[in-house]
Every structure is written in structure tokens, then in C-alpha cells.
């Protein structure tokens, strides 16, 4: 199994206050991913990034900022937050040794059940 | 835009039937990646089959097989003889692929929950 580790794994906090959920990889892939789950919509992607310092808007992003400052840590910040927020999280890691025009296999980790009061 | 529609929200059999997960897809991207994951009750993501879009042979793996169909945009998935195990819920997803601006990004179905009843 890849190392992937979600922490917290469970989070209740407070509409208008701000949460940082971390993903940390023990695998030294270049390219991470922040999910969200929500019912009926499967995952949607957040934000991800693409080597450190480096990373992109998903689907979803609105509300939501990231920061890779290590290859190992991928943080998701929610700056102040909702509702519309409570979902459970999932970081991904996929590996890089591919030419460009493949894709790697994404392996999750075991995700963050964040609620939002 | 990409999509991946799985149509079927829940389904329910008893054990030792087999059972096909339906996956239809849409991109314009002539090389992509499709995949499936399985969410069992326990909540993680596991990880189940690659397929790129060069290639159309099917595939098993025990008791799974997957049938690729380029011509119908369809990707889906039939469990032989179900087991109480396989209660999960399945989720098809499609990628583009690496290359200039594309960074492998997953576009999930709504997902398929799978109940097998003893």
C-alpha cells in the first residue's frame, strides 16, 4: 500500500473558522490531489499540485487554497469555514516515473471526515 | 469537459449472482485513462484497474472482468458469483492524460453502491 496519511482523520469545528487538513506521502511522488466527497456526487478534485511550490485549481476550489512547501506535505486550508464545507476529504498521490501522455494510478489515502457546525 | 456517468445509484443481489456495474464516459481527448475504485463500508479507496484508451481487450481478475468499449463510450464491470465481501460502493472514473497542462486529473462518477445480500 502507498504511504498516504490524512490527518486529522475526524474534525468538528465551528462555521467562520479556519481548518487545515494535511495529506503526507512517505512515497516521493511528484503529483498530489485534495478530494471531496460528497453523496451523489463521487469525488471532485479541489486542488492539486504538480511538484512542490506548485499546484493548480480543481472542479471545486472556491473557498479553498492549498500549499506544497515539500515534496512529502500536500495542506488544504479552509479559510473560514461553511456549511457547504462538511464532506469528507481525500488526498491522493500518483507516481511520475511516465513520459508525459500516460497517466499514473492515483492511490488514496484513508480520508478526513470534517464537519462544520 | 470530461464526465463519467454511472447511472446505476444502488443495486442489490443476492449472494452469488453475478452482477454488472454500468460506466459511460465523454471527453474529446483521444488518449485517456479509465479506471475503477472500490469504497468499501470501511471508507478507504481501493484501488481495482487501469485501462488506457489504446486498449480494448477485457480483462478478469478472479471473480472481476471488465469490458472496455471505445464505440459506446463504455467502461463496465461484472462481478461473477458475488460474495457478501463485495458490498462496497464502486466508483468508474476517467482521466486525461499527463502531458503540457494535463496532470493525470481524476473525474469520478456518482458512484454505484453495491449490496449482496447473504
Known amino acids: 500500500d502507498a504511504g498516504i496519511t490524512q490527518s486529522p482523520r475526524h474534525k468538528v469545528t465551528e462555521t467562520g473558522t479556519p481548518v487545515t487538513l494535511r495529506c503526507h506521502q512517505t512515497?516521493?511522488?511528484?503529483?498530489m490531489y485534495w478530494y471531496r466527497q460528497d453523496p451523489g456526487h463521487g469525488l471532485r478534485l479541489i486542488h492539486y499540485?504538480?511538484?512542490?511550490?506548485?499546484?493548480d485549481k480543481g472542479e471545486v476550489s472556491d473557498g479553498y487554497s492549498v500549499s506544497r512547501s515539500k515534496t512529502e506535505d500536500f495542506l488544504l486550508t479552509l479559510e473560514s469555514a461553511t456549511s457547504s464545507q462538511t464532506s469528507v476529504y481525500f488526498c491522493?498521490?500518483?507516481?511520475?516515473?511516465?513520459?508525459?501522455?500516460?497517466?499514473?494510478?492515483?492511490?488514496f489515502g484513508p480520508g478526513t471526515r470534517l464537519t462544520v457546525l | 469537459a470530461q464526465k463519467v456517468t454511472q447511472a446505476q445509484t444502488e443495486i442489490s443481489v443476492v449472494e452469488k449472482e453475478d452482477v454488472t456495474l454500468d460506466c459511460v464516459y465523454e471527453t474529446r481527448d483521444t488518449t485517456y485513462y479509465l479506471f475503477w475504485y472500490k469504497q468499501p463500508p470501511s471508507g478507504e479507496l481501493v484501488f481495482l484497474i487501469r485501462?488506457?484508451?489504446?486498449?480494448?481487450q477485457n480483462e478478469i481478475s478472479g471473480r472481476y472482468s471488465w469490458n472496455f468499449q471505445k464505440s459506446t463510450s463504455s467502461f463496465n464491470f461484472t462481478i461473477t458469483a458475488s460474495q457478501v465481501v463485495d458490498s462496497a460502493v464502486y466508483f468508474c472514473?476517467?482521466?486525461?492524460?499527463?502531458?503540457?497542462?494535463?496532470?493525470?486529473?481524476?473525474?469520478f462518477g456518482q458512484g454505484t453502491i453495491l449490496t449482496v445480500h447473504p
Open positions: 499540485s504538480y511538484g512542490v511550490k506548485d499546484t
Open positions: 491522493a498521490i500518483s507516481e511520475s516515473r511516465v513520459t508525459a501522455g500516460a497517466s499514473d494510478t492515483q492511490y
Open positions: 512515497e516521493n511522488h511528484r503529483y
Open positions: 472514473a476517467l482521466s486525461e492524460a499527463k502531458g503540457g497542462t494535463s496532470y493525470g486529473k481524476l473525474t
Open positions: 485501462r488506457n484508451s489504446f486498449d480494448e
